[in-house]
Structure formats: structure tokens, C-alpha cells
Nanobody, 124 residues
Framework: EVQLVESGGGLVQPGGSLRLSCAAS????????MNWVRQAPGKGLEWVSD????????MYADSVKGRFTISRDNAENSVYLQMNSLKPEDTAVYYC?????????????????WGQGTQVTVSS
């Protein structure tokens, strides 16, 4: 059992930055790939980023590559998403999600655990 709680969302102007956090509980946290998945208003899920269990291999969707940075601290049971150069199209609810392996899926069935989500709004 893994429980996830996101925080750090809010309102930011285009070009601004935001840092999302995901706090996890459960002794098996370090066994999972951790992902950030977002859902814009009226749209489906979009995979954003992933990091492997050891934290050595971050992966990103093309839409955020070069702007977002994912990291994890297994000792703190935490995952982070640093978002820079934010654009209005980044507006979405951002979810932290755990998966056994792999990355890049927009299908909710490919994830084992989900957080409650945190709202990110990029607007002038």
C-alpha cells in the first residue's frame, strides 16, 4: 500500500515557476517508478514525467522537456516536479502516480496508486 499526497499547486503568470511536491507513505515506496500525470479542463490524462525507483533516469513528455525537472528523495519518501517557463497550456490538475515499471502512459489503468491532485493555473 502506497499513499500519495500532492502539494504546491497554485496560480502563476506565464513564464513563472512552481514546484510541486508529492509525499508518500508506505514501506514499498522506493520500489516504484513515480510519475506526474496531468489533466487539463475538458481533456484526458496526459503523462508528463517519470523517474525510476533509484532516481537516476528522469523522462519527460516533449511538451515539457527542457522546462520541467523531476526528482525524488527516497529517504524522505518524496517526489518533486520543478516547473519553469510555465505556459497557459500547462494549466491542469497535476497528479502524482506510482507504477511498477515503465513510463509514458496516458491510461489510468497503468498506474497502481494516485494522489488527490493539485491545481496548477497559468494565466496573466
Amino acid at each position: 500500500e502506497v499513499q500519495l499526497v500532492e502539494s504546491g499547486g497554485g496560480l502563476v503568470q506565464p513564464g513563472g515557476s512552481l514546484r510541486l511536491s508529492c509525499a508518500a507513505s508506505g514501506s514499498t515506496f522506493s520500489s516504484y517508478h513515480m510519475n506526474w500525470v496531468r489533466q487539463a479542463p475538458g481533456k484526458g490524462l496526459e503523462w508528463v514525467s517519470d523517474i525510476n525507483s533509484g532516481g537516476e533516469i528522469p523522462m519527460y513528455a516533449d511538451s515539457v522537456k527542457g522546462r520541467f525537472t523531476i526528482s525524488r528523495d527516497n529517504a524522505e519518501n518524496s517526489v518533486y516536479l520543478q516547473m519553469n517557463s510555465l505556459k497557459p497550456e500547462d494549466t491542469a490538475v497535476y497528479y502524482c502516480a506510482a507504477s511498477d515499471s515503465g513510463y509514458g502512459s496516458d491510461n489510468a489503468k497503468d498506474y497502481d496508486y494516485w494522489g488527490q491532485g493539485t491545481q496548477v493555473t497559468v494565466s496573466s
